[in-house]
């Protein structure tokens, strides 16, 4: 990590951009510096070194050293200690939040849908999805949106949440009770849908449900009941599946998934899936004429 990308992170947590320019000079220096040298390293200006260095003494993160003569230096805290101290106040505000914040919350007026648009959007929102459930988690999506959610999926788990897990393709490091979808290949189911469709529903409460294409991703978060009922039902319904599956013979249950018209019918309608999610429900995608 570069010394911006430590300033960046350092803004993050809330020092101001001199307050972090300041500190990771002096934690460089590794010995007492007085404002000008601060400001020399670090980019500060001088008019305001003084005053940032102040600011970096009140949060505790330097202290002043007195060298005689009325000279004054300032050392930084160890980084070590400056983050535990900053874990403890974060810590902190969020057990506050999480007791006051939801006393300040009105009832909901209306139930929220709102557009995801790109990869990143809809993994985040999916991890905050992951990160509030309390009671029962269900996920459904390929390996490769699925591992960045095991984190926050793990740490529900060991606080209680009943975690649910459909993957299509094989995963070494499965969390909750995972289904490895065997109906068809991730292949064929890909082909089938015409995206990675993932879906996360916590609490019944809300859900993301998105495709990914490549790079490409589109989808939804929502707290409507009636769609999320539907998410978890989705993600259930393929795991009753499965358990079924599991009480046939293996060649009894390939040649009904293979040969079945009925089965055959519902599988027919390659790709609308995810050309309903791409469109966000705009414009219907084409269908082909019964006969």
Same mark, same amino acid.
């Given at each position: 990590m570069s010394?911006?990308? !430590?300033?960046?992170? +350092? $803004?993050r947590l809330g020092m101001s951009g001199y307050e972090a320019k300041a500190y990771v000079a002096l934690v460089a220096a590794g010995t007492p510096l007085n404002g000008y040298e601060v400001a020399k390293r670090s980019g500060v200006p001088r008019s305001t070194v003084y005053e940032t260095l102040g600011k970096l003494v009140g949060r505790g993160a330097a202290y002043e !050293?007195?060298?005689?003569?009325?000279?004054?230096?300032?050392? =930084?805290? #160890?980084?070590? =200690? +400056?983050?535990?101290r900053m874990r403890r106040e974060f810590d902190a505000s969020m057990d506050a939040l999480n007791t006051e914040l939801p006393r300040l919350a009105a009832p909901p007026q209306v139930r929220i849908v709102h557009n995801l648009t790109d990869r990143? =959007?809809?993994?985040?929102?999916? $991890?905050?999805?992951?990160? %509030? %459930?309390?009671?029962?988690?269900? +996920? =459904?999506? &390929? #390996? %490769?949106?699925?591992?960045p959610l095991k984190a926050a999926a793990r740490r529900a788990e060991t606080e209680g949440v009943d975690v649910s897990v459909v993957s299509f393709g094989e995963d070494p490091e499965p969390v909750g009770t995972t289904t490895v979808h065997r109906f068809s290949s991730p292949e064929v189911a890909l082909e089938n849908l015409g995206c990675r469709l993932l879906v996360v529903a916590a609490d019944r409460e809300q859900a993301v449900i998105g495709g990914v294409v490549g790079d490409d991703a589109w989808g939804v978060f929502t707290d409507d009941p009636a769609v999320v009922l539907v998410a978890v039902e989705y993600v259930r319904h393929d795991i009753a599946m499965h358990l079924i599956a599991e009480k046939l013979a293996p060649e009894d249950?390939?040649?009904? &998934? %293979?040969?079945? #018209?009925?089965?055959?019918r519902l599988r027919a309608d390659h790709g609308i899936p995810a050309a309903l999610l791409k469109l966000g429900g705009h414009e219907a995608p084409a269908r082909r004429r019964r006969r």
């Amino acid at each position: 990590m570069s010394q911006q990308s !430590v300033i960046d992170e +350092l $803004g993050r947590l809330g020092m101001s951009g001199y307050e972090a320019k300041a500190y990771v000079a002096l934690v460089a220096a590794g010995t007492p510096l007085n404002g000008y040298e601060v400001a020399k390293r670090s980019g500060v200006p001088r008019s305001t070194v003084y005053e940032t260095l102040g600011k970096l003494v009140g949060r505790g993160a330097a202290y002043e !050293v007195h060298a005689g003569e009325g000279s004054v230096g300032y050392l =930084s805290l #160890p980084p070590a =200690s +400056l983050l535990e101290r900053m874990r403890r106040e974060f810590d902190a505000s969020m057990d506050a939040l999480n007791t006051e914040l939801p006393r300040l919350a009105a009832p909901p007026q209306v139930r929220i849908v709102h557009n995801l648009t790109d990869r990143d =959007s809809l993994l985040a929102r999916a $991890g905050d999805v992951v990160g %509030a %459930a309390r009671n029962d988690l269900f +996920l =459904s999506g &390929w #390996p %490769a949106e699925l591992t960045p959610l095991k984190a926050a999926a793990r740490r529900a788990e060991t606080e209680g949440v009943d975690v649910s897990v459909v993957s299509f393709g094989e995963d070494p490091e499965p969390v909750g009770t995972t289904t490895v979808h065997r109906f068809s290949s991730p292949e064929v189911a890909l082909e089938n849908l015409g995206c990675r469709l993932l879906v996360v529903a916590a609490d019944r409460e809300q859900a993301v449900i998105g495709g990914v294409v490549g790079d490409d991703a589109w989808g939804v978060f929502t707290d409507d009941p009636a769609v999320v009922l539907v998410a978890v039902e989705y993600v259930r319904h393929d795991i009753a599946m499965h358990l079924i599956a599991e009480k046939l013979a293996p060649e009894d249950f390939e040649t009904f &998934w %293979a040969n079945d #018209p009925a089965i055959a019918r519902l599988r027919a309608d390659h790709g609308i899936p995810a050309a309903l999610l791409k469109l966000g429900g705009h414009e219907a995608p084409a269908r082909r004429r019964r006969r």
